[in-house]
């Protein structure tokens, strides 16, 4: 099977909880029961059984622009901005509250002052400008958090992997021709980027003193820019989102060495901007302003089971909040500020 077309009709049917309003709001999260919505030099943090604003992490840095993503460590809350950098935040619980104080900003201040006198540090990013390599130079547009390691991509074409400990960069990789808008980390570390060349790039980790990752194959079937990047809980499957309105899901074979095509599901109307893979399902929100459920697997093919409309503007964002056996709970985010919370039973 290499292409589904979702027809509907719906086998679930999804309705609306509740309606939130934060401005611009560029991406969401959650949390240990919390829904963090990213949006202009702010991020604000729902409690998810009452749906009430319990608080907000402000940069204080009116140039830091949107919050592009968000990804969570141990005690630790890691946020992607416009401004090319990246923040950390600490989580602190009492009894009454959970709290967030911003802890630092990568790359450090000290990670900075090591490496500024050898000019071998130095990277040219533009004609007669150069920065550290330890620095994006370009907004950081997707992080992941995984196995003690934060991975950022960056529209400046590369990706970095830092230490979720001591906050230090640890190697940096030129991966596109063009901006990279998402990234996703499977077993051993490897990585998958997703550029806006329209290339799916698929590195691992090279072997010797320094552990750096190497470009090992190219995906191309997408036929542009490519949106997301999701993979399910193993880590074999993974799902790419792009602007020509397809998803298309891969799966490594059984020695997992190799990755191939799967197939391509068709039933959005305009660019797929977001995905979020839970158990056997698939959810995925588009320019087109729906936000649709797929379910299956790779040998029976996956359907659309479900189309939630009702969103004014393109659907940027969504996370999966709740997932019992028969019911999902979704928070999806346009780019009007509106958060729509929908709960469906399957």
Same mark, same amino acid.
């Given at each position: ?138 907004? *950081?547009?997707? /992080?992941?958090?995984? !196995? #003690?390691? =934060? ?5 400046? $074409?590369?990706?970095? +992997? ?99 095509? *799967?197939?391509? /599901?068709?039933?959005? !109307? #305009?660019? =797929? ?5 839970? $158990?056997?399902?698939? +959810? ?63």
């Amino acid at each position: 099977m290499v292409s589904q077309t979702c027809t509907m009709p719906c086998h679930t049917t999804p309705f609306k909880l509740v309606t939130l309003t934060t401005p611009n709001t560029s991406c969401l999260a959650a949390h240990n029961g919390l829904l963090y919505s990213g949006s202009t030099n702010q991020i604000a943090v729902f409690d998810l059984t009452n749906f009430t604003q319990i608080d907000t992490l402000r940069t204080n840095d009116a140039a830091s622009g949107s919050v592009k993503s968000i990804a969570f460590g141990r005690w630790k809350i890691f946020t992607a901005h416009q401004d090319c950098k990246i923040r950390v935040w600490k989580i602190t619980c009492s009894k009454r509250r959970h709290g967030h104080r911003l802890l630092a900003t990568l790359p450090t201040v000290k990670d900075k002052l090591y490496r500024f006198i050898s000019p071998s540090n130095y990277v040219h990013v533009r004609r007669h400008h150069k920065r550290l390599w330890i620095e994006h130079w370009d907004a *950081v547009s997707w /992080l992941v958090v995984n !196995e #003690g390691f =934060v991975y950022s991509v960056s529209w400046d $074409r590369s990706f970095k +992997v830092w230490s979720a400990s001591d906050l230090k960069c640890l190697s940096s990789v030129k991966a596109h021709d063009d901006a990279v808008n998402a990234v996703g980390v499977g077993q051993n570390g490897v990585v998958y980027t997703g550029s806006a060349d329209g290339i799916i790039g698929i590195w691992e980790i090279r072997e010797g003193k320094k552990k750096k990752h190497r470009l090992v194959r190219t995906l191309d079937k997408h036929k542009s820019t490519i949106n997301a990047i999701a993979l399910n809980e193993g880590g074999t499957v993974m799902f790419s989102g792009s602007s020509d309105r397809s998803i298309m899901v891969w799966k490594k074979d059984e020695a997992g060495k190799q990755i191939g095509f *799967v197939e391509a /599901l068709w039933g959005h !109307e #305009g660019a =797929v901007l977001c995905l979020y893979s839970v $158990r056997d399902l698939l +959810v995925s929100g588009s320019e087109d302003r729906t936000v649709r459920i797929w379910r299956g697997d790779v040998t029976n093919g996956y359907q659309c089971t479900a189309v939630m409309e009702g969103h004014r503007s393109p659907v940027k964002s969504l996370v999966v909040v709740g997932a019992g056996e028969r019911c999902l709970m979704i928070c999806s985010a346009s780019l009007d500020g509106e958060i729509r919370v929908w709960s469906l039973r399957l």
